[in-house]
Structure formats: C-alpha cells, structure tokens
C-alpha cells in the first residue's frame, strides 16, 4: 500500500511541479493521452539525446573490436495500409478484452487476478472449492482493497474462507474456464457479469485524401518504417551486415485499459533499434544488445538492483518473435514484483521475408565479404551463389521514451523530513532537466549583477535557472524537488574573493568554487 501512495505522491508531484499534464485537461482530459510539461519535456529530450548518442552516434564497440555500424533515421507515422498487412499488426496486433455488463467498465482479463472466498469443509475445515472470486485490477491497490473487501464480506455471511494469495492467475488462464458465472467484476455488485473474453486491434485508425479517402493506421510500432526503408539504405549509405538501424518517435496503441500514469499510454514515444544481421550470428548479437541495453539503463542512473531481465514464455512471445527477452523494473505499482521497461526480440527473417512477400521487391542481401570468404574456403560456385544472397535476422531493443521517465521518476523520488523539501528528485545529474539553479543571496549589494552575469555565462552550455525571489531555503528546496543537482549562491564572500557557494543537493554538502572555474567544476560532473 506504501508504494501505491509513492505512485499517488509521484503524479500529484508531476503536475504540480509542471514534469506531465493530463492532456485536454480544460475538457475533462482525455484517457490515455499525457502532455510533457516544461520539466517533463526537458527530462524525455535528456533521455532521448542519451539513447541516440550511444546508438547512433557513438555506437557500442562489437564483439570484434570496432564500433559497430548504425545509422538513424525518422520515417512517417503513416505508411501504406498494406505495411500492416504485412507486418501481420492487420491480424494479430490484439490484446483481449472483457467488458462488465453491470458497469459497463471494459478491462484487459490477463491484466485482472482474484481473491478467492472458498468453501469448507465445517467439520475440518479444509478447503473443498472456490465459491466465488473477486477480480481486481494488478497493480490498483483500490481495485484490490475493494475485491478483498467483498471477499470478506462474503465470507462473513456464508462461511467461506478468503484466500488472498492464491497463485497469480490472471483471468485469461484456462483454470478459469467455466467459473465465470461465479467472477465478480472489479466495481460489480453481482457475479457473472463479465462477457468472455474476445481480441480486440490496438491499431488507431484514421482516413487520408479528400475523394475517396482511404483508411490507414497511425503505427502501433516504429519499426516498420526501418523495414520498408532497409532497402533504400543498403542503397544509399555504406552500411555492411551486421548494423543498426535506430528510430525515435511516437507510436499509438488504442490500449484497452491505460493505466498507472505515463506507463501504459494510447499515444507514446519508442526508441527502437533494427539490428541486421547473418541469421549464423542472430544468437551472438541478442547476447550482445541485452547485455548492452542493461548496461546503458544503469548509465543513466537506474539501480541495477530495480531491474532484472525475464525470457518471455512461447505462448506470450509477438506473432513475429523468436524468442524475447524483457528487461523489467521495479515500479512502485508492481514491487515487489516487476514490469516491463524494454524488450530485446528476435524477430528472425519474419518482416523483410513479408514485406518482400506483400511488396513484390526484393528485400536479401547480397554478402560479399562472406563470397569472398566461401570462394577462399574453395567451396563449390553453386554454394557460394546459394550463401551469399540471404535475408538477414533482426535483433531489436525496442523500449518506451515516455515510459523511461515515468521509470526515472520513479527512481529519483526520495523522501526525507529533514530537508528543506522533505520530497525531492535524485536525478542523475546529466539527465536531470535543469542542471543549476542560480541564486543572489540577497537583491542588494551587487550580488544579482554578479548572478545574472554567472547565469549568462552558464546558460551556453548548460540548462540554467536564475531565481532571486524568495528566502534561500524556499529556493533549495524548489530545486530540489525538481530535481536540480546543483545550486550556486552568490553572497557577501563572493563580493571580496569571487568565489560562489556550490551545494550539492543529494549530500547536502557546500563548498566555494571560484567563479573562473565553475563551468569546468559542471562540464566534469555532467559528463560523467
Ligand atoms: N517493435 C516492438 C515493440 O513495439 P513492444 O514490447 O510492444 O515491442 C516496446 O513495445 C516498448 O514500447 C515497451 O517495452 C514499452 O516500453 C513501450 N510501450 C509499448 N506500449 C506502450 C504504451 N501503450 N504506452 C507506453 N509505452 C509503451
């Protein structure tokens, strides 16, 4: 229950301090949709220029010793319809559905678990069956407290026994099959007012032309621009298998239920990562980019203890995966347990083999280092014909950009009674959406003229804020709550010995640095 009130404090702390606003707020909101704020904003563009440094323009080094080969690139949210079809998202893109009759609530069943009131034996009191089971919503801890309540309730006036912890089954598991007459809906009164379960298409729709209009999709992923686009860059740049294709930018899912915050969205932002390669290596390089996208999450300032990386079972795995693998994070909504953050699939020869099927074009690759080498390893012409023209696999870190700052919200809150602000942010100081808050002590005595002048100097290179109002402790104390790693002062010391107090906001600790060299005492901390 703890951690659900951390989630209330973290969204109540978002609007207030301007990180994420409901979106069309004036009209009532609308469900699922989120503005970014002018921190929220600054933190996601902080995460997104991390993660297109270290793909695309810095690039890990590969296995072999050499930066690997990555190209970026930011194609249409509207493609050809066709794409879709294609990409199997026309068909197999669906989550199921269950909708309560009674309150005409809609709700996703592998996303809804149960509390069990069962029946006993009154001489031994052992357990004989389930009578009934209140369906609560994972990770809504007044979804929960209310089934537990009802379960209760029940038990009271029945006898039965209430089974809290029962193991996690969600209601999409065949152990449900033929109870659910006996299921209560979250909100409902009544049992057995659930419909079964049907597949529901997350796509979003829209129609494109005046005369005629033709139905078309917002993407439910970016990927597929980098598919229908593999061509054109074997084309146009000197990419050789093995690289990487990377793409930030907005994606649409018309979830079924949005929920906890910026987590689950039906408009969102994806950083994803086209790894192409011989299908001999396909297994290396899954190796390789799991362990590189948990290594870059801790770069940026993600306890390596909050995540933890889950193969998915076969019969959860996309329609064009091979295997996949999560990393996952503790958010305060699912701890102890975890919850997705980024997957890491295999998506074998599956989206250049159906674009090549529904295009007619020719999507293989033709591998010449690898003719070179069969034709030195003196094999046969017919072999090294039949070799060297192949359609690569596909590695793909595919993670969320909006989910990553409900995650570093998350791992920033801190509370603490004794500070100025007894809520504040531990960012990484480099992801932190503004890294100084500049302050005079007082409005007198030359110290603004040396401030603003220290904050026109600064504002170059780093994101600033110049703040004279209020009593020093209110400006600590604002900064820390959004977060700022640093705030210099500017007080009488500063008038004889030029020198400004730098406090450092997660140890609390001050110490003069020479105004001269402030801006290497930053550039050092923030690259690091
Ligand atoms: N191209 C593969 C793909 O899209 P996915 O697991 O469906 O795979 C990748 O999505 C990532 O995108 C997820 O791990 C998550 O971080 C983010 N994501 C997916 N759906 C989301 C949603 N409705 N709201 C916010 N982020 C979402």
Redesign the pocket.
């Known amino acids: 229950m703890a951690e659900a009130n951390v989630m209330e404090k973290i969204v109540s702390l978002c609007k207030r301090r301007g990180f994420v606003y409901p979106a069309s707020e004036i009209y009532g909101g609308i469900n699922g949709f989120w503005d970014y704020g002018p921190l929220g904003s600054l933190l996601k563009n902080n995460i997104r220029d991390s993660w297109w440094r270290t793909m695309v323009e810095a690039p890990p080094i590969g296995p072999d010793g050499h930066p690997i080969e990555m190209v970026g690139v930011d194609t249409s949210i509207i493609q050809h319809p066709q794409t879709w079809v294609a990409s199997g998202h026309a068909s197999g893109f669906a989550d199921p559905m269950v909708d309560d009759r009674e309150t005409k609530q809609r709700y996703r069943p592998d996303h809804l678990s149960v509390i069990y009131a069962w029946d006993v034996e009154p001489e031994s009191g052992d357990e004989t069956q389930a009578k009934y089971l209140f369906a609560y919503v994972e990770g809504d801890d007044a979804s929960y407290r209310k089934a537990l309540k009802k379960a209760q309730k029940e038990a009271k006036k029945t006898g039965a026994k209430v089974i809290e912890n029962p193991p996690r089954l969600r209601l999409t598991h065949p152990e449900f099959d033929g109870y659910w007459e006996f299921i209560y809906a979250p909100d409902a009164e009544h049992p057995g007012t659930l419909t079964e379960p049907r597949q529901f298409n997350l796509m979003l729709g829209s129609e494109v032309g005046a005369v005629d209009p033709v139905k078309v999709y917002l993407r ?4 597929q621009g980098i598919f229908l686009n593999f061509k054109n860059i074997i084309d146009t740049t000197r990419v050789k298998i093995p690289f990487g294709v990377a793409q930030i930018g907005k ?1 649409f ?1 018309n ?1 079924v239920t ?1 929920r906890n915050f ?5 408009e ?1 932002e ?1 950083m ?1 990562m086209e790894f192409f390669c011989h299908p001999d290596e396909s297994r290396m390089w899954y190796d390789f980019w799991t362990a590189e996208r948990m290594r870059w999450w801790q770069s940026i300032g993600v306890k390596k203890e909050n995540l933890r990386l889950r193969e998915h079972e076969k019969d959860e795995l ?1 329609h064009y995966s091979k295997m996949t693998v ?1 990393i996952e994070y503790k958010y305060p909504f699912t701890a102890p347990d975890f919850g ?4 890491i ?1 295999h998506r074998g020869d599956y989206d250049l083999t159906q674009h090549q099927k529904h295009s007619g074009n020719r999507l293989d690759y033709f591998d010449q280092e690898l003719q070179l080498k069969l034709k030195a390893e003196g094999k046969s012409d017919e072999e090294v014909k039949a070799k060297s023209r192949y359609i690569p696999n596909v590695i ?1 870190p ?3 950009l ?3 700052v409900l995650l570093l919200l998350c791992e920033a809150y801190a509370e603490d009674a004794t500070r100025p602000s007894p809520v504040y942010l531990k960012f990484d100081p480099k992801m932190a959406p503004i890294k100084v808050g500049i302050f005079p002590l007082v409005n007198k005595e030359g110290m603004p003229e040396i401030a603003e002048k220290l904050y026109m100097d600064l504002r170059q290179k780093f994101m600033c804020e110049y703040d004279p109002k209020q009593s020093i402790g209110k400006r600590y104390a604002r900064m820390d709550e959004i977060g700022t790693p640093y705030c210099m002062t500017i007080d009488g010391q500063t008038l004889t010995d030029q020198t400004v107090t730098i406090r450092e906001r997660d140890t609390l600790k001050q110490e003069r640095v020479s105004l001269d060299k402030i801006s290497g005492y930053l550039s050092e901390r923030l690259s690091r």
């Open positions: 439910p992923e970016t990927a994606s899912r979830e949005p910026i987590f689950r969205s039906r969102f994806q994803e996309s999560d997705e953050l980024e997957g699939a793909e595919a993670s969320g909006t989910r990553a």
